[in-house]
């Protein structure tokens, strides 16, 4: 009798945590701002989608796939004159230990934005994508990728592990992959990219202007780099294994061999340093 009541009451406990599991949970608020009003979000592990919307405005939305909103999800808000802070965490689980059941618990950030702001968004484990905004955008995840189109202003996007890919940017930008490869395109004003462990792929559009140092590097993976036939730039590339080729007239000055080139775009302009640590360096016109 007591094995069948030991029983029984692991198939409840069993029943209850898989329909915990099963809850999905919705959520949504929006919030006076101004264009001004400095934008931060923090969370722990989720996938965050930023898009803009109304000129004077904050809408946040969260989607949970096997967290209750209040229950296992913490949401706070806290709002001043010029800043809005909103931080979304999971409370600790039953007991101390995750049941899981080969279901991982999801929760998606939905975030409207006015399209020129000042934003930052932090998440611990969580992708995180953005189109169509401007301003100041600081984007940071510790395990993910980073995918975003059509940013203007100052963009810095940042990654711990995962890839980052950068379409149609505007302006300032600097790209960080602690592990991953870079894909990117835009006009750009000034330019800092690098990849610990992985390939960078970057096509610099016309209007592109070397205003102060740019840089591209990669410890370990290759750069393909396509530049505006017109880039005014000093050219400093090098290569600690792998060749360097050139598909554009470059004017070279000093020593040029298979691991370093030095040249002139142009007649010259502001420095552009493009280094690989274990890699070959192609730089091709756009």
């Known amino acids: 009798m007591r094995r069948i009541l030991r029983g029984a009451a692991a198939s409840v406990f069993v029943l209850c945590a ?20 400095q934008l931060k979000l923090t ?12 000129r004077d405005q904050v809408r946040m939305r969260i989607h949970t796939n096997g967290l209750s909103i209040g229950h296992r999800l913490a949401i706070e808000v806290d709002q001043t004159p010029g800043t809005w802070t909103a931080r979304v965490r999971e409370r600790p689980h039953w007991f101390g230990f995750t049941i ?4 991982h618990p999801r929760v998606i950030v939905d975030l409207e934005v006015p399209a020129d702001c000042q934003l930052q968004v932090a998440t611990g484990d969580g992708g995180i994508e953005a189109d169509g905004v401007g301003g100041r955008v600081d984007l940071h995840t510790g395990d993910g990728g980073i995918r975003v189109h059509d940013l203007r202003g100052e963009v810095l996007l940042d990654t711990g592990d995962g890839g980052v890919e950068a379409h149609a940017i505007d302006g300032r930008l600097t790209a960080h992959s602690g592990d991953g490869g870079l894909h990117l395109d835009g006009r750009f004003d000034e330019l800092d990219v690098s990849s610990g462990d992985g390939s960078v792929e970057l096509a610099v559009n016309p209007g592109s ?3 102060s140092a740019w840089s591209v590097r990669t410890g ?16 400093h590339a090098h290569t600690g294994d792998g060749g360097i080729r050139l598909d554009i007239p470059v ?11 030095h040249g002139a775009l142009n007649g010259g302009g502001g420095p ?12 091709m016109a756009s």
Do not use: N, Q
Not at 251 to 261: I, K, P, Q, Y
């Open 251 to 261: 004017e070279v000055s000093g020593e040029f061999g298979r691991h370093d080139l």
């Open 18 to 37: 898989l329909a915990a599991a099963a809850h999905a949970d919705d959520w949504e608020r929006a919030y006076a701002v101004t264009r001004t009003t």
């Open 43 to 54: 969370t722990g592990d989720a996938r965050v989608v930023v898009h803009p919307g109304a």
């Open 209 to 211: 202007r070397v205003a």
């Open 220 to 235: 370990d993976g290759g750069v393909r780099l396509r530049l505006p036939r017109d880039l005014k730039a000093d050219l």
């Open 100 to 103: 899981d059941f080969d279901f």
């Open 272 to 283: 552009l340093e493009v280094r690989s640590g274990d890699g070959s360096i192609h730089i």
